[in-house]
């Protein structure tokens, strides 16, 4: 028995080992470079290069409204690029919001590799360059989904911006990870940690989080924790649905619940500047 058992401890902590060493790649899956731009979707846009702060360069769309009430910086999942989200860019725009679209590094056409830390300094640029074009905190809503929610909420953090929502997102990478990958150690050999609980607890923004219980994915009741975590004024949205089914798109009440949120948030027409229009 012994050697078979001493077989079965070495395959266990050889896959231990290859779950660590390889973890970003379980959690980071970039697409290539867009093959179709918002033209496509009779969107207008204009590329909005970004560089952060390590001095990468980042691809981003601007894609504006005319008398935009406020503007939404998009954090998208941890799946596809930019392209893949052109729907959601138009759901936005008919809630009369100027929308930014940017490709995390490693992603779509943006240079670099993915990382907690890199993701979080990347949606920082996407925050600077609507600073640069005339944007204030209190006319931007960032939202994020599933992954790009644990982005958000990073970003948002003691941040006074209109809003923050966020789709089909967890409390922790550990959490999340303990549950799809029951057999392993995840909570022991996790580097990457995206502390949601943590985040959302310091947020100085209303927030709505939206999941559905059908979420195969994301566990519902991890959503329904990081709203429980979150200070007042908050909202929960139960859609329904699988994790990449589309979410609050999928129905018209489900939009205007969104849009009567953020409407709620911002305090008055934007008047950004003359870039951001």
Known sequence: ?????????????????????????LIFFPGPPPLRTPDAYGLHYEDAPLRTEDGLRLSAWWVPV?????????????????????????????????????????????????????TVLDARAALQWLHAAGWEDSQIVLYGESLGGAVALQLARDRPLAAVVVESTFTSVPDLGARLYPLLPVRLIATVRYDN?????????PLLVAHSPEDEIVPFELGHALFEAAPPPKQFLQT????????????????DRVKAFIRRALPVPAAAGAGAK
């Open 1 to 25: 028995m012994l050697p078979l058992v001493l077989t079965v401890a070495s395959i266990y902590l050889g896959l231990c080992l290859l779950a660590w060493l390889f973890q970003s790649r």
């Open 66 to 118: 005319e008398a935009p009430a406020g503007c939404v910086l998009v954090c998208h999942g941890n799946a596809g690029n930019i392209e893949h989200r052109l729907m959601l860019a138009r759901a936005f725009q008919a809630m009369g919001l100027s929308v930014l679209l940017f490709d995390y590094r490693g992603y779509g056409a943006s240079e670099g590799r993915p990382s907690e830390q890199g």
């Open 197 to 205: 609980l943590e985040a959302v607890a310091a947020l100085r923004a």
């Open 240 to 255: 329904s649905g699988e994790h990449n089914d589309g979410g609050f798109q999928l129905r018209a009440e489900w939009q």
